[in-house]
Nanobody, 122 residues
Framework: QVQLVESGGGLVQAGGSLRLSCAAS????????MGWFRQAPGKEREFVAG????????MYPDSVKGRFTISRDSAKNTVYLQMNSLKPEDTAVYYC???????????????WGQGTQVTVSS
């Protein structure tokens, strides 16, 4: 069982930066693929970043590639999402998730945090 708690969301102007954190409980954190997703009102949950259990491999959709960076610190059981050059269309609730499959598909992740709101003003 893994429990995930996100933090770091807030209000930022377009062009600004935020760093989200996801603290995980459980001694098996390093065994999981970790992902970040977002969901805006009226839209489906969207994949924004993934990192392998080792931290060596990462993946991003084109919409955030070059602006967002995912990383993990296994000693702290924490995953981060550094978001730069933020745009109003990045506004959403951001969720972290843990799973055993290297995938961008939300339903393939087993554990989810409660989400943190990110609002980017124009």
């Amino acid at each position: 069982q893994v429990q995930l708690v996100e933090s770091g969301g807030g209000l930022v102007q377009a062009g600004g930066s935020l760093r989200l954190s996801c603290a995980a409980s459980g001694r098996t954190f390093s065994s999981y693929v970790m992902g970040w997703f977002r969901q805006a009102p009226g839209k489906e949950r969207e994949f924004v970043a993934g990192i392998s259990w080792s931290g060596i491999s990462t993946m991003y959709p084109d919409s955030v590639k070059g602006r967002f960076t995912i990383s993990r610190d296994s000693a702290k059981n924490t995953v981060y999402l550094q978001m730069n050059s933020l745009k109003p269309e990045d506004t959403a609730v951001y969720y972290c998730a843990a799973g055993m499959v290297w995938t961008r598909v939300p339903r393939d992740y087993n554990y989810w945090g409660q989400g943190t709101q990110v609002t980017v003003s124009s």
